[in-house]
């Protein structure tokens, strides 16, 4: 694949951005340009990145940020202790919802992937404060993406905080259930802050890359994960990385994925690419529209489907 | 892998047998020797047949036959008009429940491997009676299993039939909610049956083989489904294939797979293995505990994990 | 009250005859003239019966019938043994939802007026045939509405048995956990008949003012249920007999009450009135529109309501 | 009935104290004294009050708090805005429960007497602080129960506040799906208050009077609340008052009644009588185990089943 053959792609996917809607709930999402279709390839056997579209536009990470932060708490606690606090299931409802955990009695969130998974996830970052916390994740955010300047962005932080009702009653319900150590409104902030970080299709490719080069950074051939983690990771984005749809994107586009409602969307070829692609037009699920179109045509252009 | 390993495996994780319990809502499973352990390995490239423990044992296939199911009415139909009826996402609940669908007032079964979506994909199977669709179907498992003596425990048949109430609730449920084409309990009965074939772990080998040659048998060479078709059940066996236990095998056994009550366990590593194994005793999800096991010491030991 | 006022509160009410939709699932309800409305009050003191609007209109009784089918199964077995079978508690959801059974686990149907338990309450009826059990209940509806002339309108019962595949899916949930004794189509043929039983607004007042008289027959001082019986009855049908909306009516109505998808309303205000109301369109929750403001008037009227 | 009989229906059911359990969420429920029952009637005719037993321990009101704070809801916003906010409907799942709301998409709590509608009840009270808030319901209080000395236990509401975490895991819910209006904690801090005031079971049987006097307050024949709020008041603990048993509640005792987890259980024979009963055991749905028995049997006693 070449960046032309990736501009086709562009062009021919981004008619799927005005079927979708930006996320709604904050303005600083809301407002975002909908008519916007990016993607970067970063190749692991020859280190090349090749991108096409608004692969250099920033956009809020949100979801996408589950991943670091479950990699990040698995390096600090270790996977099994991780595990013992987060399960690997799909939970049948939207991402927001408590639905199954509340009927089925879980004594644990079915997985680090939908809100209330990933707020047990962000409580097990270690530091003695929130702001501690957030610094080691963004340290490790910049590490994994190769990127220093990635940073807050702190309308949207604000945002999120302010709206984060729902978030708030997830972690209480998590809290009130003795499932949650710490203070909620400090694991709350790192949760929106880890949230509201700016990247671009290139940060997430990257990213995506060290989780398919089984842990180790292509660019400079260090270890970065551990490879049980990066294999047990991208296995728990295949079941569960895009809410309740992870099931049909599993079936038709056949790589590991997570998004994120800024848009974003990291797939990842294991042992060949990493992927980035952003478009911020999202299904009901919360998806990005033309973004899995688009990551679809990619996979089948380059026969990446692991279930092929 | 040599038998010599194989064997070592089987004993290695006999002990399971004693902690999981034999499928108990009729007798003919529960009469089944607990203390049974048994898998096949049927190698892509190779073409080589390798087999340890209870290989040649036959036990009811039960759930494993969803797939082949799945696959003839996806050649009967076609696979957009099969995903026009069922979906493939996870439900987040136990295999005979329809609490996800009922929930969500969803239009279609959520996943062709609960019980409510396997009903309504053997309703697709096409024939003008339900002798002759399960004829149809008998002879489809004979081809994709290379074993034309494989024949129906009518033992088995007559127990599900006459305890298959549950599963005549779903039936209805799906006809009642207008989901369902044809009769009830002609429908159930090439249901009843086709959960009731004998197989060994040889058959599931080999059926395993054709979904990971792309839909080829690899014996002959000759195409027997479709490409897509075979890419997409093994993503559904992935994401669904071991009812709400599906994330954590996907989590730590790492290739597609598909389970039964009767103690039977299909694993695919894509271009490489087909696998069989068979224990009879279960865990609270329902699959097979030591079967799980020793699939995660082949894997392992192999190197198959498709993620990592 | 005299005839002169409740002919006015029919002409008050009949607009909203309008807003409401005759049940559709059947050909023979759908069809029925929407635009009727009756009303009929037995007063148990005078022994005097008034009447007013479409007060002889014969209409499918549907699950009013669920009232005597559950007083004679108490008959039959003694009230124990009934509430051993079924609770007496709300479920929080549509008539014919398994819902909250299968979240909470529930070993019994939650109460005789929603379909799975009123199927359970029907299985209780004492008879060696489908044909006696039916022919009993028959028999006492035609007591308790002291009008031998009550028959089973053919044409409905034969459409609830043909379109009854929802009913048919909580039977056999019944039979599945093991809740049903019995042959479930036997139970449902009785079921289905019950439903079609042709009645008029002054059979229901009839039957409603031996419930009000403690189980006396008002017209010949003659005991047809215990007053336990009666009083547990008055009772359910105050927290259930309006399926998702009997909290709504008990707030605002305020006496007993059990509605019918044919449009029947049976209200009984202890010691003082039997009442039949009779207007087919319903409102979402399946409960005569009309119906309940016309009640709502008679029980203002009247000063019925039993929480003043 | 006199205290004699009273005393009587103490001795005998006394027994069920150690058949039940004191709440064990908060130390100052759990070290309560278990082996306590009291009751108190007030007559509204005669105005006279009888007590037996444990009538002037002082306990903690709880869940009992939820009616006047409905009631001062009401008389503040009129009944027409209440109901705006807050259904009164019967949920199906226990006291502090989101799951029914979750699952139908509701826009209101169900009844105000589950947790979630109780803090949406309670974010009604007009005041411009919490601390006004609070103060304006105390003073209700005492009115309504004829009794200046009411007042704040700390140690309840120290402990109440501090492990309130699913209490504010459902506000959060409201808010974040825009059903609450104002600041969650000021919010939660008068609800957590309301529930800790000391009460006897001489001041329940007051506020039930007062109810069952059709709002007029016995003791000095002024109005204090609208007959309609007494009425509708009285209503909806007949279908919700003792949460997911309040159908078998409402069966088998037959009176409105309201109950609170520090063991206090109040009951309104309209009309007849107010009465407070207080034994701190409850069963496992919430409810005073020994006090409903009590209850039931000077139900049967007096006459008083609202259904006979």
Known sequence: MNEETLDELITKNKVYCSMGANASYIPALASVNPNQLGVSLYHIGSKELISAGDASVKFAIESISKVPALLL???????TTVLEHINTEATGFTFNS???????????????FVNIGAIETTSLIKGDSPDTRFSRLLTFV???????????????YESESKTGDINRSLAYYLKGNHMLSGDVESILEVYFKQCSLNVTTINIAMMASVLGNKGVKPW?????????????????????????????????????????????????APNKYGIGVFSPPLDKSGNSLAGMKLLKDVVIDLQLNIFS
């Open 73 to 79: 708490a698995i390096e600090d606690n270790g996977l």
């Open 220 to 268: 400079d051939n260090k270890r970065l994960i551990s490879e049980e983690s990066a294999t047990l990771v991208k296995s728990v984005m295949t079941t569960a990385g895009l809410y309740d749809e992870s099931g049909e994107f599993s079936a038709h586009v056949g790589i590991p994925g997570k998004s994120g409602v800024g848009g974003g969307l990291m797939g990842v």
């Open 98 to 112: 408590p639905l199954n955990m509340e009927i089925n009695h879980d004594k644990h969130p079915l997985n680090p």
């Open 142 to 156: 910049k590490e994994i993406c190769h990127d220093e300047s990635i940073s807050l962005n702190e309308e949207i």
